[in-house]
């Protein structure tokens, strides 16, 4: 269905419209996914991401997707988008995150300073299937509780209550009105609301126990990510040195400009002016209330720094900005933003500036996004860069000590969340319709979930035999 025309279209008419594309494919029809017929080599695909990311970071990719399954998951989006391009889909497009997986989620300050619940990575953000971050999303459910040791009915159940929770949300949002939906969000008094009623309704001693550890994991998850600002990040990240800051050197997870020699063609200095050219570009692309406060700030320092692990190799840095003096710091983010892994097997973005597709899909599905979100070219010919603020309050949940009552609370805020970042780009009315009221897609869903995690078993296996066959070379905790 064209999004641009569904608000213009009649309620009837819209449900009819998804119930149609349910006649044409069912909501069962993912149950049966299996491998397609020639299915790429999913190490040469890894390869083929490696050609053009900084040589010698990919050491590091490769052994932080080495540790489990599941952070080998976590850093193979390019694989399933792959593996999805030929599953069913229904014809109901939204903007999606292209990379919905459980650890993608989390909390990040609104610009009212409160906590906020969302999907917070972008990178692969494209139009496209409702499905395809659905399927990522539930999936990643599965591979993180068989990651835990989980029994096989809490593996089901944690899918299970993803996946339900966004149909019974797009539900909802299908009866709320376009600016309901879209001031619709999730807050931190949400949250642990949510968890109080858990708590008070939890059956058995062994439950409400269970109930009362995730509430208090979310209240430490809280604080922390409330402690988690640029002053923060300047006792961390900086040193104090003749009398102003400047960013510490702890290679090659952090390297200042001071030390990159050559690194990237060019000399220290030239890279200091460089960032500072680019810096003027990127004021541009923000509000004008924004642009005029960011011009109180001057650069001080750059490093590259080393993050996430899918994004291992990708350009990253960070900028150390000072404001009225040294004790008033900002700490900018410059991420490399490249073609959508999407966009090999979708139509390519509208917006031929890749950090431009992550900025403006970001600001689609987010309830709020950060006041210095914006984009400029990168420092060489197709490279890209988008910009936001380091550390903002942002905050995650340790997914490899949940247990099964956290998993699958956590597995339906991810699910509403999701729906609601869906419903603001899509139609609601009808995915919703399509979903239907029955569990068949939860299960449906779930059946995928459970083929997908054994395939990205078996993509592990050959990962790790690769590095052990000295194919690939890992490097382990960094």
């Given at each position: ?26 909501v ?11 299915r ?11 050609l053009?990311?900084?040589a010698?970071?990919v ?8 540790a489990?399954?599941?952070?080998f998951?976590?850093?193979?989006a390019?694989?399933?988008a ?7 889909r229904?014809?109901l497009?939204?903007q ?12 990040f ?14 990178d692969?953000?494209?139009p496209g ?9 539930a999936a ?26 966004y ?6 949002f ?5 600016l309901?939906?879209?001031?619709a ?5 949400d949250?642990m609301?949510?968890?109080a009623?858990a ?6 001693k ?5 109930a ?15 402690s988690?600002?640029?002053l ?29 020699g050559?690194?990237f063609?060019?000399s220290s ?9 680019q ?5 541009q ?8 406060l ?9 490093a590259r ?18 404001g ?15 073609r ?6 979708l139509?390519?973005s509208v ?10 899909g ?19 010919e ?15 949940a ?6 099964p009552f956290?998993?699958?609370l956590?597995?339906r805020v991810?699910?509403?969340a999701?729906?609601?970042a869906?419903?603001r780009?899509?139609?609601p ?12 897609f ?5 059946g ?20 052990r ?8 905790g960094?």
């Amino acid at each position: 269905m064209d999004r641009k025309t569904a608000g213009r279209r009649g309620v009837e008419e819209r449900a009819a419209a998804g119930r149609l594309c349910r006649d044409r494919t069912p909501v069962t029809a993912h149950t049966e996914w299996r491998p397609a017929p020639g299915r790429p080599d999913p190490i040469a695909l890894i390869e083929e991401q490696n050609l053009t990311r900084d040589a010698d970071l990919v050491p590091v990719r490769h052994g932080r997707m080495l540790a489990s399954p599941f952070t080998f998951y976590r850093g193979t989006a390019g694989i399933m988008a792959a593996d999805l391009r030929d599953t069913p889909r229904a014809g109901l497009d939204t903007q999606l995150c292209g990379d919905a997986h459980l650890s993608n989620f989390g909390v990040f300050a609104s610009p009212e300073r409160k906590l906020i619940f969302g999907i917070n990575d972008f990178d692969e953000t494209l139009p496209g299937p409702f499905e395809y971050d659905v399927l990522r999303l539930a999936a990643s459910f599965t591979v993180a509780a068989r990651n835990n040791a989980f029994t096989g009915a809490d593996v089901r159940s944690a899918t299970l209550a993803a996946v339900r929770a966004y149909r019974e949300a797009m539900r909802d949002f299908a009866r709320m009105g376009t600016l309901e939906i879209w001031y619709a969000g999730l807050d931190e008094q949400d949250v642990m609301s949510a968890l109080a009623v858990a708590v008070d309704t939890s059956s058995g001693k062994e439950q409400k126990k269970a109930a009362k550890r995730a509430r208090r994991a979310a209240e430490k998850a809280a604080l922390r990510a409330r402690s988690r600002d640029s002053l923060q990040a300047l006792s961390k990240l900086a040193e104090h040195v003749d009398g102003s800051y400047r960013i510490i050197s702890s290679p090659p997870v952090l390297i200042p400009a001071r030390e990159f020699g050559g690194m990237f063609g060019i000399s220290s200095d030239q890279l200091q002016e460089t960032v500072q050219n680019q810096f003027r570009s990127y004021r541009q692309t923000l509000q004008e209330d924004r642009r005029r406060l960011l011009e109180r700030y001057e650069i001080v320092d750059v490093a590259r720094k080393v993050v996430g692990v899918g994004s291992v190799g990708t350009r990253a840095f960070i900028a150390l900005l000072q404001g009225r003096d040294a004790s008033d710091p900002l700490f900018l983010q410059l991420k490399e933003a490249r073609r959508s892994v999407l966009e090999g097997h979708l139509p390519r973005s509208v917006w031929r500036q890749p950090g431009k597709r992550v900025v403006q899909g970001q600001r689609m599905m987010q309830a709020a996004s950060d006041i210095f979100l914006g984009w400029t070219p990168g420092m060489q010919e197709n490279r890209y860069l988008y910009w936001r603020q380091l550390r903002d309050m942002k905050g995650s949940a340790v997914v490899e000590t949940m247990t099964p009552f956290g998993m699958e609370l956590y597995a339906r805020v991810c699910g509403w969340a999701l729906a609601r970042a869906h419903a603001r780009s899509g139609d609601p009315v009808a995915v919703a319709a399509y979903l239907g009221k029955s569990g068949r897609f939860d299960a449906a869903v779930a059946g995928f979930s459970a083929r997908y995690a054994d395939q990205n078993e078996k993509d592990y296996e050959a990962f790790a035999k690769a590095v052990r066959s000295g194919r690939l070379e890992a490097v382990e905790g960094v």
